[in-house]
């Protein structure tokens, strides 16, 4: 490959991320289609609703990469006429989309557990079969997360991390049904819409967690306490920035937006103050996750008979 095809600086990293993201998901594709049919199959052969909740809960998952794939693809495109800053969003839709998918998921689980419960003469003991499927889920699931959540933290995609969460709810699911299961060949045979029910209760409050905190992002949620405090922090450290004030942050994706008053003296030029404020901005953008700086310059007046560096004491 030519030189000058090579993808260098942040677009190159940028778009290695992506690859990241997007490779994570499809193993999670192939796991949870594996997972789905296995569980369905056996839940109904065996006699498990436990298992056939764990199968819809993996369906689930499964939708949910989906959504995640098509998030990521249009979320990399850049500003154009109606989207000026990007579409960085996407990725925040999608996670409200996937919170508002898990709760009713739950929601479904729910409904039809509770019917057993209310006519337990109905529950029949399952067949081991269950259970192996069950634990073989479970060890799947735990494996996917923490591969998903290292990839989603290495790429800083809350999204990512979002779905990977899901696969970790599946892992506990999983963990239910066992025990569910477990008990139910042991004579209890209740526990097996017990253990759907809690899986249900999970499922359900997972979806409320990410539905809530993407509705949050989507209403200009600041950044974290720590990540103004950084941004901050780097503006001081900027050469000619005399103090920093209204600094006001937005998340934009997985990325903030940026909007700070810079106290800079008053007696520099126009070109001279341009300057230090695109050193700042620069600066934010390079060494965090920052999209776009909005920058006002505030002029600092000073006695002329005192020197500038004393100034900055």
Not at 43 to 56: I, K, R
Not at 180 to 209: E, Q
Not at 292 to 298: E, G, L, N, P
Request: hydrophobic share 50%; with cysteine; proline share 4%.
């Amino acid at each position: 490959m030519p030189i000058q095809d090579i993808p260098s600086g942040p677009g190159a990293d940028a778009h290695a991320d992506y690859i990241a993201g997007r490779r994570s998901t499809l193993v999670s594709v192939a796991v949870n289609i594996g997972l789905s049919v296995a569980q369905a199959v056996a839940g109904l052969w065996a006699g498990s609703q436990a298992l056939l909740a764990d199968a819809l809960h993996s369906l689930s998952d499964l939708l949910s990469d989906f959504v995640v794939l098509l998030a990521g693809h249009h979320g990399r495109k850049g500003p154009d006429a109606d989207h000026q800053y990007g579409h960085r969003r996407y990725e925040t839709a999608a996670s409200l989309v996937l919170g508002c998918l898990l709760l009713a998921v739950g929601v479904g689980m729910l409904w039809a557990a509770v019917g057993k419960i209310q006519h337990p003469q109905g529950v029949q003991a399952v067949k081991p079969i269950a259970l192996w499927v069950a634990v073989v889920a479970l060890l799947s699931k735990e494996l996917l997360f923490r591969y998903m959540l290292a990839v989603a933290k290495r790429v800083r995609s809350g999204m990512l991390v979002a779905n990977a969460w899901h696969a970790r709810s599946d892992a506990a699911s999983s963990l239910v049904v066992a025990f569910g299961v477990g008990g139910n060949l042991l004579g209890y045979h209740v526990l097996d819409p017990v253990a759907a029910i809690v899986v249900g209760l999970m499922v359900s409050r997972m979806g409320c967690k990410f539905g809530w905190d993407a509705l949050n992002d989507l209403m200009d949620r600041a950044a974290d306490t720590e990540t103004v405090a950084a941004i901050r922090q780097t503006m001081l450290e900027t050469p000619g920035v005399l103090g920093v004030h209204d600094l006001r942050t937005r998340k934009m994706g997985d990325q903030v937006l940026v909007d700070v008053h810079l106290e800079i003296y008053a007696n520099l030029t126009v070109a001279e103050g341009h300057a230090i404020a695109a050193e700042a901005h620069q600066r934010t953008v390079d060494r965090h996750h920052v999209l776009s700086v909005m920058t006002h310059v505030d002029p600092v007046y000073v006695p002329t008979n005192v020197p500038a560096k004393e100034t900055r004491s």
